[in-house]
């Protein structure tokens, strides 16, 4: 029983569904806060943020997290309860043990490590931990970036622990995301009787090929470090559930991962101008998770890939690929991101896990990255 492992086990045994912590940011407060770490809450509403800060001096090392996880699904479907972190053939199983609480265990141990080695590091360390990643991400990282602007805090470098390795830990780091703009459109028409249409208007027939021509649309050919921006409909209501009734209404969910070639206010004007061109009667919602990011070099990533190649051996690819991360938070104020964190093959599914051995594995690149930085 590890350090690292100890620590993870403590933490998934915490149910802490988003936006709940469950006394996992407690935890590590606790085992901080005794090696000179200076503890802020930023609590919104119903998220937790923890702010733990060691040292006053530049460059600014953060390591990013998040202590929620998703819904288990059904308990049915899971081996072992997912509450309940179980070892198995070389592996620990339970909702969070990849994304992220083993990242999370991973920072603490080696920060605890790189501390008693080397207590007059240069610069300063931090942790941004929140509970609401795995949610709307409205009341977690966004608003304590907005604090530490305001009191003109900036971060030199930040990683993020979330689970980017695709087939062994450090062979991919993530160096950028794309953005992510959701819509919601709600085409209008007349309920009747589908024996007298003449009498109704339907709205599914009016903007099936309005879907076409956006499903269709090329939006860009993507660049060196992004690909294409994707469109991709994610949720399609309409009727009343009734074989005779011309419905009302049509409610479409859609989103998209667009690249540096585009902006949100294109994307709005370029989808409005194919609903228009269709004539439709719509009500259409926007809203923007967030923009694109990308650090293409600097002392971060280099540090990156010479701390994983010491540990692993491995040469790292740099990627942009995934969904969105809290990353994109940070990233805007000028300091620069990257993710490195477990596997991502079990991430939301039942019976997530991660590697025994691959939990020391980040823990160790982790404390690599620190001396590299930090250490003159």
Not at 34 to 61: A, S, V
Request: hydrophobic content about 40%; overall charge negative.
């Amino acid at each position: 029983m590890t350090e690292t492992l100890a620590l993870l086990i403590d933490l998934m045994s915490r149910a802490s569904i988003t936006p709940e912590d469950a006394g996992c940011q407690d935890v590590i407060a606790q085992r901080l806060t005794p090696l000179d770490f200076k503890e802020e809450r930023f609590d919104f509403f119903d998220t937790r943020n923890l702010w733990l800060k060691r040292g006053t001096e530049k460059p600014l090392f953060v390591f990013l997290g998040h202590t929620d996880v998703v819904p288990t699904g059904s308990l049915a479907a899971w081996t072992s309860p997912p509450f309940t972190p179980t070892v198995r053939d070389g592996k620990l199983y339970g909702r969070g043990a990849a994304d992220m609480k083993g990242g999370i265990a991973a920072f603490i141990t080696a920060v605890e490590r790189f501390i008693a080695n080397h207590p007059q590091h240069h610069g300063s360390i931090a942790l941004l931990l929140t509970s609401d990643e795995e949610g709307a991400a409205t009341h977690g990282v966004v608003k304590v970036v907005e604090i530490l602007e305001q009191r003109a805090e900036k971060i030199d470098w930040c990683l993020v622990g979330e689970p980017s390795s695709d087939k062994q830990i450090g062979d991919v780091i993530r160096v950028g995301r794309r953005g992510s703009l959701c819509a919601n459109l709600k085409i209008h028409g007349t309920q009747g009787h589908v024996a007298y249409p003449e009498l109704a208007d339907n709205p599914i027939h009016h903007v099936a090929p309005a879907l076409q021509a956006l499903i269709a649309e090329v939006w860009d050919t993507g660049n060196a470090f992004f690909p294409p921006t994707s469109l991709q409909i994610s949720n399609f209501n309409a009727g009343t559930g009734a074989e005779n009734i011309i419905p009302a209404s049509a409610d479409i969910a859609f989103n998209l991962r667009f690249s540096s070639e585009l902006n949100a206010q294109i994307i709005q004007q370029r989808t409005q101008a194919i609903l228009d061109k269709h004539q439709l009667n719509y009500t259409l919602n926007w809203r923007l998770s967030g923009n694109p990011f990308l650090t293409t070099a600097g002392a971060l990533i280099e540090a990156a890939h010479s701390a994983i190649k010491e540990v692993t051996g491995l040469e790292t690819l740099d990627d942009t690929g995934g969904g969105t991360s809290d990353g994109r938070f940070i990233a805007p104020t000028g300091a620069q991101v990257i993710e490195c964190g477990a596997l991502n093959e079990t991430i939301h599914k039942v019976n997530e896990n991660i590697g025994l051995e691959d939990l020391e594995t980040l823990s160790c690149i982790y404390e690599q990255l620190l001396i590299k930085l930090l250490i003159a």
